[in-house]
């Protein structure tokens, strides 16, 4: 079946340690975004990427980072330099180009706790 | 700079209750659509429904409806007969678009509305 898969579902970090969160999409999808949700709040977008091998900065993007190497892919690393890393991470994909109607489709999340 | 307002931040209602979830939305696109998605208590966002800036028809499907009102920015979402299997998390976005759907399609959330509905 179509759709996109995270993992793993739960991560567990110690302070200092960089993780990374994966997220793979079989949707042949061009667009893939990563949010982060904090308890009571809305999602906020990290980083974006329309293409394989181009990625832009979201509205919080310090203390991460990511990379396209394939169309498919697009983990997201967090850095010991994010301050506060405790939240649910949302993967998500679309189609870009004429035609494409913006509606994002999720991934089921990472819930990531910094110990 | 687009801004989402969900003012509810809880509603709780008993099932078989109407309930409306308000959504206000700001921007200066011209062209932008509105989206709004379930989070379930399992965390992954479903989406709901798409409706861009030039067609304001109201929407049914099923139990769900939306009144998109232009003049008041607004795009509500209305649940009739609610049913415990509607509680969840729900999220109006926006995005900017161009004729044509091309844009990188940035979503801007509201805070979410969290829907209990008792048995």
């Known amino acids: 079946d179509g759709g996109i898969t995270q993992s793993p579902k739960y991560l567990f970090r110690k302070e200092g340690q960089n993780v990374t969160l994966s997220c793979e999409q079989n949707l042949n999808h061009d667009a893939m975004y990563w949010y982060r949700q904090d308890p009571g709040q809305g999602l906020r977008l990290i980083y974006y990427s329309q293409i394989v091998n181009d990625f832009q900065k979201g509205d919080i993007a310090e203390g991460y980072s990511v990379s396209r190497e394939k169309k498919e892919s697009f983990p997201l690393t967090v850095t010991s330099a994010q301050k506060n890393p405790t939240a649910f991470y949302l993967c998500?994909?679309?189609?870009?180009?004429?035609?494409?109607?913006?509606?994002?489709?999720f991934g089921p999340g990472t819930r990531l706790t910094v110990l | 700079a687009q801004k989402v307002t969900q003012a509810q931040t809880e509603i709780s209602v008993v099932e078989k209750e109407d309930v409306t979830l308000d959504c206000v939305y700001e921007t200066r696109d011209t062209t932008y659509y509105l989206f709004w998605y379930k989070q379930p208590p399992s965390g992954e966002l479903v989406f709901l429904i798409r409706?861009?800036?030039?067609?304001?028809q109201n929407e049914i499907s099923g139990r769900y409806s939306w009144n998109f009102q232009k003049s008041t920015s607004s795009f509500n979402f209305t649940i009739t007969a609610s049913q415990v299997v509607d509680s969840a998390v729900y999220f109006c976005?926006?995005?900017?678009?161009?004729?044509?759907?091309?844009?990188?399609?940035?979503?801007?959330f509201g805070q979410g509305t969290i829907l209990t509905v008792h048995p």
């Open positions: 409706r861009n800036s030039f067609d304001e």
């Open positions: 998500a994909s679309k189609l870009s180009g004429p035609g494409s109607y913006n509606e994002q489709f």
């Open positions: 976005a926006l995005s900017e678009g161009r004729a044509g759907g091309t844009s990188y399609g940035k979503l801007t």
